[in-house]
Every structure is written in structure tokens, then in C-alpha cells.
């Protein structure tokens, strides 16, 4: 089958485009240029990485951002002031804590120290809640820029069995309960696969629309994809190559080269689910800049 390729670089710039306008509009209107902070413990090579290209999106777009960096060290004490100080400053519109935190730090202690209306990242357990309810909410990055890259590609998830391999609180429990909400980008028949399910081969390959956001390189081979899918690919690994300059490439939970023959779309890695990603952390803090989820 030929198989298109859902490309998110593409889409993201479109997007960030329309982010970067809407700013410009909301300035010459008196309204608030968006402040983002993020938060960063340790060294982290991927998180590193994730933050750099945060923080460079917050420039393209004509955000303020601000960048906090502690070491690994660092006590739940420190961590709590910063939050404090930065929850109750007024310029400051969305706070992100990049995960994962050093073992003596409390991951959800830290979560839920950050002011709900500032929780752009939607970690908060009043925003997955409000999300879960389908309540006005910040929807956590990837899951959301995922049901965009699905809609701007007019890809239907009415009436279709949507696979999501994964139930991470980042991913893929929040994509599970999103696809089958009563919406626009809803309305499908979802089954959650994880470490634990029996025949994982056998209900991935009934998917209509196959996620795979388990954190294992090449997880999804082409026996466990139905001819004509719609397969997300949302891992992203650093391996080693002997075919690049610098030694190592991206690759992600699906072995593309022989799943994506079978598929009628398919996202690269990278250049897929992403870019996608950060620029939905530039629309949940212009939505807080703006003030459109709680007032
Ligand atoms: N670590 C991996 N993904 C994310 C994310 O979307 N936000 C934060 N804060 N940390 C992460």
C-alpha cells in the first residue's frame, strides 16, 4: 500500500504560525504577551533536549520564557519555593516541571504544588480531572497534538477502534479517554494495551487507528498492523548508526520500515508526534495567557 506520512514538522510550523499571529493580534489589541517558566533538575540528556526546543518555540512565537535549572541535588524544599514564587507571579502565565525528577523528589507532590491555572503541561489532577469530564481543561501536549495531527490530516475517529498501546499519565491514558469523548476528534471505540495485556498481537491488529507510545524501541512489527492503518508513532529512542555523522539516530516504538508499507498513514520519527507536541504547549499557555480556561 502507498502510505502517506503525517508530518508533523509541516503542520506544527503551520501552527506556530498561527500562534505567532494571534499574538501579534492580541498585543496590538492590549493584550499580554504569553509567559511560559520551565523548570529543569539535573542533566539529563533528553530533557535537556525537550527544553532547549520548548524554550526556542517560546522565541519563534514571540513568548516570554524563562528557563530555572537546579541540580540533582536539589531538595523538595527548593523546588516548592520556586514553584511558590513563580505560581504567584502575575507576568508568569504557565509553569512546566520536566519530568522525570531525581527518585528523592516526589514527582506528584510537585505536580500538585503548581497552581492548576498554570499547569499548561495538564499534569494537574484538576486538569486530568476537568479533562476526564470533558470540562473546559489544559489537555496534556502529546495527546493533543496528536488528535490535531489525526484532524489536520482529515483522518474520521468516529465509529473507528482506535489501539493505544501504553498507559503512561503523560500519554496514553489521556489519548485513551480523548478518543472517546462525544467530539469532533472522539467518538471512537478504544481499547488500552500495556505490559500486562494477553494477545497484545491479536487486538493491535484490529486497529483502525494504532498508537504506540509503550517506550520501547521497535515494539510494533508488521505482523501486529492491519492493512490500510493509521499507525501514531509516539517513541522516540536514541540508538546507535554507523550511517550518521554523529554516531547515533531517532528511532521510535515502530519498526517503520516494514509496518509503514502496510499503512495508509504513518508518522515519521522524527518529525511526527514532536514537534506536535511543543507547539500544543504553545497553545495551552497562549489559552492561559488569554485566560480562556478558568477566567
Ligand atoms: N517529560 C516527557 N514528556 C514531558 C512533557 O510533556 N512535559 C514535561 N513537563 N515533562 C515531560
Given at each position: 500500500m502507498a502510505y502517506k506520512l503525517l508530518n508533523g514538522k509541516e503542520i506544527s510550523g503551520q501552527i506556530k504560525t498561527e500562534i505567532s499571529e494571534k499574538v501579534k493580534k492580541n498585543i496590538a489589541e492590549g493584550g499580554k504577551r504569553p509567559h511560559l517558566a520551565a523548570i529543569l533538575v539535573g542533566n539529563d540528556g533528553a530533557s535537556e533536549t525537550y527544553v532547549a526546543h520548548k524554550v526556542k518555540a517560546c522565541e519563534q512565537a514571540g513568548f516570554k520564557s524563562g528557563l530555572f535549572r537546579f541540580d540533582n541535588k536539589v531538595s523538595e524544599k527548593e523546588l516548592f519555593d520556586k514553584i511558590n514564587e513563580i505560581n504567584?507571579?502575575?507576568?508568569?502565565?504557565?509553569?512546566?516541571?520536566?519530568?522525570?525528577?531525581?527518585?528523592?523528589?516526589?514527582?506528584?507532590?510537585?505536580?500538585?504544588?503548581?497552581?492548576?491555572?498554570?499547569?499548561?503541561?495538564?499534569?494537574?489532577?484538576?486538569?486530568?480531572?476537568?479533562?476526564?469530564?470533558?470540562?473546559?481543561?489544559?489537555?496534556?501536549?502529546?495527546?493533543?497534538?496528536?488528535?490535531?495531527?489525526?484532524?489536520?490530516?482529515?483522518?474520521?475517529?468516529?465509529?473507528?477502534?482506535?489501539?493505544?498501546?501504553?498507559?503512561?499519565?503523560?500519554?496514553?491514558?489521556?489519548?485513551?479517554?480523548?478518543?472517546?469523548?462525544?467530539?469532533?476528534?472522539?467518538n471512537a471505540t478504544v481499547t488500552l494495551c500495556h505490559s500486562r495485556t494477553k494477545n497484545l498481537k491479536e487486538i493491535s491488529r484490529h486497529a483502525d487507528i494504532l498508537i504506540a507510545a509503550i517506550g520501547k524501541e521497535g515494539f510494533v512489527s508488521k505482523d501486529m498492523v492491519k492493512e490500510g492503518a493509521v499507525v501514531i508513532d509516539v517513541g522516540i529512542h536514541r540508538v546507535k548508526s554507523d550511517k550518521t555523522k554523529s554516531g547515533w539516530k531517532l528511532k521510535g516504538d515502530v519498526k517503520f520500515d516494514e509496518v509503514a508499507p502496510k499503512c495508509s498513514y504513518i508518522t515519521p520519527v522524527p518529525g511526527g508526534v514532536g514537534p506536535m507536541t511543543i507547539v500544543s504547549l504553545l497553545k495551552n499557555t497562549l489559552l492561559a495567557a488569554e485566560k480562556k480556561i478558568y477566567g
Open positions: 504567584n507571579n502575575d507576568d508568569i502565565d504557565g509553569l512546566i516541571v520536566q519530568l522525570p525528577l531525581p527518585e528523592h523528589i516526589s514527582e506528584e507532590k510537585v505536580i500538585q504544588f503548581i497552581n492548576p491555572k498554570k499547569d499548561v503541561d495538564g499534569f494537574h489532577p484538576v486538569n486530568a480531572g476537568r479533562m476526564t469530564l470533558g470540562l473546559p481543561a489544559y489537555i496534556s501536549a502529546t495527546p493533543q497534538g496528536i488528535l490535531e495531527l489525526i484532524k489536520r490530516n482529515g483522518i474520521e475517529t468516529s465509529g473507528k477502534h482506535c489501539v493505544v498501546i501504553g498507559r503512561s499519565n503523560i500519554v496514553g491514558r489521556p489519548l485513551s479517554i480523548l478518543l472517546s469523548q462525544k467530539n469532533e476528534t472522539g
